[in-house]
């Protein structure tokens, strides 16, 4: 027995001399918060969405926070009135950053069995600070992927990596009717954590991570609880620095997701969908090029 304590000791701090090696080297670990980062417009449910962390979430069906409720963790339980959802990126994104986030899109499409996404190429002329604030970016019902280099204007705070906003369908608020993603590219610097390296101040985020956890808000989902779920990809908070990636999803966001878009084919085998987008999103990915085809290519799919 004390032979085994030694070496349980001696292991320990092996693992903890490892830790401060690979923080003293430069690549900074932070646990950052995304409350606040999802939101309807004012306008459009203000007058029933509830605050969280000062910015305003969907108001969603009753229940929402309760996990007896079949509608826990959705905003729009009743998701896009079509599929595939049309989406164009930031006319100044690098083809490795679209390719992050098709691949982010992909994970959410294995997840439900169903092609989710069909790519209308760059927003010409337009990026993220083409838009004078931060709602303005829903006004030409086109749904975006923005970098936004002036990131005050939006109103939220600097340490707010992105957010995903949209307007629901005025008829039915269960249902999304456009939606954005704006990524705060003044603060932050995103790609392929495990590649590329901090620029200046700019602390390194994963963007596969993140765009995998604003897709959630863009298809339906709020934030879980990690005392109920701890390894959802919607827990409010995920760690950003050099080499840090949180790419797959649990077993709740698949369940959750399927409850708004349903599954198809192999999909609806939940535990089986879960180990797949694990090993997936631990494979080498493809080219951006082939990303892009794969996902542009896909037939529309009905819920």
């Keep these: 027995m004390q032979h085994l304590g030694f070496r349980y000791t001696s292991l320990l701090a092996v693992v903890m001399t490892l830790f401060v090696t690979f923080v003293a080297c430069g690549s900074q670990l ?8 999802s939101g309807p417009r004012p306008s459009v449910t203000q007058s029933t969405a509830p605050a ?23 905003h729009a339980p009743g998701g896009w009135d079509s599929l595939p959802i049309h989406y164009r990126v930031d006319a100044t994104m690098p083809a490795a950053q679209v390719a992050q986030i098709q691949l982010a899109m992909h994970t959410w499409e294995v997840a439900t069995g169903r092609s989710l996404f ?16 931060l709602y303005s970016s829903l006004d030409d019902s086109k749904n975006g992927l923005y970098l936004d280099n002036d990131w005050l204007k939006t109103g939220k ?6 957010t995903t906003i949209w307007d629901n369908d005025a008829s039915d608020v ?36 993140v765009a995998t956890h604003e897709l ?15 390894h959802s990809i919607m827990v409010a908070s995920l760690y950003i620095g050099q080499g840090l990636t949180t790419r797959a999803l649990s077993s709740g966001d698949i369940k959750r997701i399927q409850r708004i878009y349903g599954c198809g084919g192999s999909a609806c085998n ?34």
């Design 216 to 230: 959630g808000h863009f298809l339906g989902l709020i934030h879980i609880d990690p005392s109920i779920d701890a």
């Design 270 to 303: 939940v535990e089986a969908t879960q180990a797949l987008i694990e090993k997936m999103v631990h494979e080498a990915p493809p080219s951006p090029a082939t990303a892009s085809l794969e996902t542009s290519n896909k037939s529309t799919v009905a819920k």
């Design 174 to 209: 269960n249902k999304i009717l456009t939606a954005d993603i704006r990524y705060n590219d003044q603060y932050y610097i995103f790609g392929d954590a495990l590649v590329i390296k901090p620029v200046d101040s700019r602390e390194v985020v994963d963007l596969q991570t």
């Design 52 to 74: 969280s962390g000062g910015a305003l979430m969907a108001s969603g069906p009753d229940g929402n926070a309760d996990p007896r409720s079949p509608n826990f963790g959705l």
């Design 30 to 37: 932070y646990q950052v918060s995304l409350h606040g980062d």
């Design 118 to 133: 069909a790519y209308d190429g760059m927003h010409q002329g337009i990026t993220g600070d083409s838009f004078k604030d």
């Design 157 to 162: 705070p600097t340490v707010v990596l992105a």
